[in-house]
């Protein structure tokens, strides 16, 4: 189906008819949101930082390997504040809330930034799979405890200089005194907390409930390769094995799927915010 309005009809039918709605989100939809990692507004707000290390985007700056603690969280700090605290909700989070705001739904995303609860999901409806930007841990996880790192951003940043701060206003473990780490998930110590245990659950509980019974609509945006095993594939299995489920798949560059599910699989490539508009 090459049609780009007969695809809005079908996606359309298929969430009105939906006994319930999965929201799988991945870095694609941030991106299209407007958080910009690469673009015109990452230069000049990194722009120092690019001189210096010749840093491509942001997400390539956050696996840099700084000598030092200080150097560290100053860059951190700043990727902190720009994507996690200062932004408020993007308007294709609301456009999309406004979209399943008064379906059965649950979120399940890679992403870190928060902008699902920003812009008015319910937080027990979201597994943010991944971690958040908001919150930090222990680095080596010695204990399963998460703090908020927004004093901590704003004490280093107002105390940031020549792209290092002073070891004084670098957070450390309150309980082994080692060195504390935001909480992404990059490395076999990420803190799987109770909160985030409780998310699982009821993540779980939703799938459990509906994946395989009757019509369910995957709606899966900006989902790539980097991790496909959270979101991708098993959105794929769940179309698979439930002969009245539809995956909606919104992704600029990898909107092809499984030949066996094709019929039951509409795709987007066209611009996301475009796409969540016509189907509300």
């Known amino acids: 189906m090459n049609d780009f309005n007969e695809r809005v009809a079908l996606a359309k039918l298929k969430l009105s008819q939906a006994k319930a709605v999965v929201i799988g989100a991945g870095a694609g939809l ?6 910009d990692y690469s673009g015109d507004e990452f230069k000049k707000e990194f722009s120092d930082y690019i001189r210096k290390y010749g840093f491509p985007d942001l997400y390539t700056s956050s696996f840099h390997e700084f000598p030092t603690e200080e150097e560290r969280w100053a860059r951190w700090a700043r990727h902190i504040d720009y994507i996690r605290f200062r932004p408020e909700a993007m308007p294709l989070y609301k456009e999309l809330y406004d979209l399943v705001k008064d379906k059965n739904y649950f979120v399940i995303t890679t992403n870190v930034d928060a902008q699902f609860r920003k812009a ?12 958040d930007y908001g919150l930090m841990q222990c680095a080596v996880g010695c204990h399963p405890q ?9 004490e280093i940043i107002r105390h940031s200089h020549d792209l290092t701060v002073d070891s004084e206003y670098v957070p450390v473990c309150p309980v082994c005194g080692g060195n504390m780490d935001v909480h992404v998930r990059k490395n076999q110590y990420f803190v799987q907390d109770k909160a985030w245990d409780e998310a699982a659950e009821r993540y779980e509980e939703f799938m459990a409930r509906y994946a395989d019974n009757g019509d369910v609509v995957l709606l899966e945006l900006g989902i790539g390769f980097n991790t496909p095993a959270i979101i991708r594939f098993p959105f794929e299995r769940i179309a698979y094995r439930n002969p009245q489920a539809t995956l909606i798949r919104l992704n600029a560059e990898y909107p092809e799927g499984p030949a066996e599910t094709a019929s039951r699989t509409i795709s987007f490539t066209e611009n996301m915010g475009k796409v ?5």
């Open 30 to 35: 941030s991106a299209a949101a407007g958080l």
């Open 120 to 131: 008015g999901f319910k937080s027990d409806k979201i597994f943010e799979v991944q971690g």
């Open 146 to 154: 998460l703090y908020s790192d927004r004093e901590t951003v704003k």
């Open 276 to 280: 969540i508009n016509e189907l509300k």
